[in-house]
């Protein structure tokens, strides 16, 4: 949201509460052009599950939350390995890596050290901090096998023949 927000923590470092309030200047105010301000509130059971949540927002609505002896939601389900596979309608895939690979249409790929990779779009290339082209090229595969290949091109080099 735009705004000013304070946060609020109890003592386990969890969030209590947000506060979106209006911007000193007038750049953004409470009310104008559709613009909301209000509190969101969260509480937690002994085991630290989000237990409750309220709010003055419209578009956030107050609930309530239900776990499973598990401590799992019980409007979500989970596959045996305890990911969960659909959330709101949305489903998720996971590989053997237990690692999502995809959130409804979105693919996500990973290294072949197991870090996820950004998304870039090949019509706008990225210089690292020496100044090469780094391209990242994704490349569809089965759903059991991902690979990535990324292209190293010296955008810049410097040469010296002067001797020392």
Same mark, same amino acid.
Request: hydrophobic share 35%.
């Given at each position: ?6 946060? #609020?923590?109890?003592?386990?470092? !969890? =969030?209590? /509460?947000?506060?979106? /309030? ?40 107050? #609930? ?15 596959? /045996? ?11 998720? +895939? ?9 959130? #409804?249409? +979105?693919?996500? +790929?990973?290294? #072949?050290?197991?870090? !996820?990779?950004?998304?870039? !779009? ?10 090469? =082209?780094? *391209?990242? *090229?994704?490349?569809? =595969? ?15 080099? !410097? ?6």
């Amino acid at each position: 949201m735009v705004g000013r927000s304070l946060y #609020g923590y109890d003592d386990v470092y !969890r =969030l209590t /509460s947000e506060t979106i /309030s209006a911007l000193p200047g007038g750049s953004f105010n409470c009310g104008a052009n559709g613009q909301k301000c209000g509190t969101v509130g969260y509480t937690y059971d002994d085991v630290g599950n989000r237990q409750r949540m309220t709010s003055t927002l419209a578009a956030i609505p107050p #609930g309530m939350f239900f776990y499973s002896a598990n401590d799992q939601l019980t409007t979500d389900i989970y596959d /045996s390995n305890g990911n969960t596979v659909s959330f709101a309608g949305i489903s998720n +895939v996971y590989d053997f890596e237990n690692r999502m690979v995809q959130k #409804g249409a +979105v693919t996500i +790929v990973y290294d #072949g050290d197991g870090n !996820r990779l950004p998304f870039r !779009r090949p019509a706008r290339p990225f210089y690292d901090a020496f100044g090469n =082209l780094d *391209l990242h *090229l994704p490349v569809r =595969l089965p759903a059991s096998c991902s690979l990535t290949v990324v292209v190293f091109v010296a955008a810049r080099t !410097r040469r010296s023949n002067r001797l020392q």
